[in-house]
């Protein structure tokens, strides 16, 4: 049987407003990239996502950023990279704090870029996993894309993982076309839900040229604040339970 991942990143509360149907989607997706202080969410909203999780049995992850509130992470900054380090180090232990059993890593927004093209930053990233994982006393995997994270991972010995993306279009070079470029954002249901169906099958996806990109991912990713996520996550669980792929966490 075919067998894949499905993620969503949540708790992703600004000034104590959710920018996701939390409950709705813990309750198909498998993984959850959890918000923790650098872009999003708070003590209260990292508690709740952590007793979420435990009511469905969703796996937790840590979803650290740039410390950028005001830009939801999703601007590059300036920031030197140990004090990057010390900044995700800190927003993994405050998710550590409520309780959470951090089972892997997912760098948000700008981070996740940056540290996939830079090794500075994929350096900054890895070692505060590499902390986290030193504490905890297993390897925390990385889940992510990029070479530069890929390297820092495997030079620091975790795991990486990688994701494709559901709701984000892709070039043809297999980049993500960037937000606000014409078709940068997914948003029907059944698209979505077919093309979940193909990458956990035949690993490709279609690009916006039409050509087909490999993407050999372990886990998939439907964005939580996406105006349709709810249902787009629902139609891809269906898909993916009627084609016979088991959704499972691989952490």
Same mark, same amino acid.
């Given at each position: ?113 940056? =540290? ?10 890895? =070692? ?89 991912? =372990? ?11 709810? =249902? ?20």
């Amino acid at each position: 049987m075919a067998r894949i991942d499905l993620n969503a990143d949540l708790g992703e509360t600004v000034d104590g407003v959710p920018t996701a149907d939390d409950e709705a989607m813990f309750a198909v997706v498998s993984s959850a990239s959890v918000a923790c202080g650098g872009h999003a969410g708070d003590a209260r909203s990292m508690r709740e996502a952590v007793a979420r999780a435990a009511r469905h049995g969703v796996a937790v992850g840590g979803h650290p950023s740039f410390p950028d509130r005001a830009g939801f992470g999703r601007a590059p900054i300036a920031i030197e990279p140990a004090a990057l380090r010390a900044t995700v180090a800190e927003q993994l232990a405050a998710l550590a704090a409520v309780g959470a059993d951090i089972r892997y890593v997912k760098p948000h927004g700008a981070l996740y870029h940056a =540290a996939g093209a830079d090794p500075a930053t994929a350096a900054a990233v890895v =070692a505060a996993i590499a902390g986290l994982s030193d504490r905890v006393g297993r390897a925390v995997p990385v889940l992510a894309l990029g070479d530069a994270l890929a390297a820092a991972a495997a030079a620091a010995g975790l795991p990486f993982v990688r994701e494709a993306f559901l709701d984000r279009g892709y070039r043809a070079d297999g980049s993500l076309v960037p937000r606000g470029e014409a078709g940068a954002l997914l948003s029907d249901p059944a698209t979505v839900a077919a093309r979940a169906v193909r990458l956990a099958r035949d690993g490709v996806v279609e690009a916006v040229d039409g050509s087909l990109v490999r993407a050999d991912a =372990a886990s998939l990713c439907v964005h939580g604040d996406s105006p349709s996520a709810v =249902a787009m996550a629902q139609a891809v669980r269906a898909a993916l339970d009627d084609a016979g792929v088991e959704v499972r966490a691989p952490w």
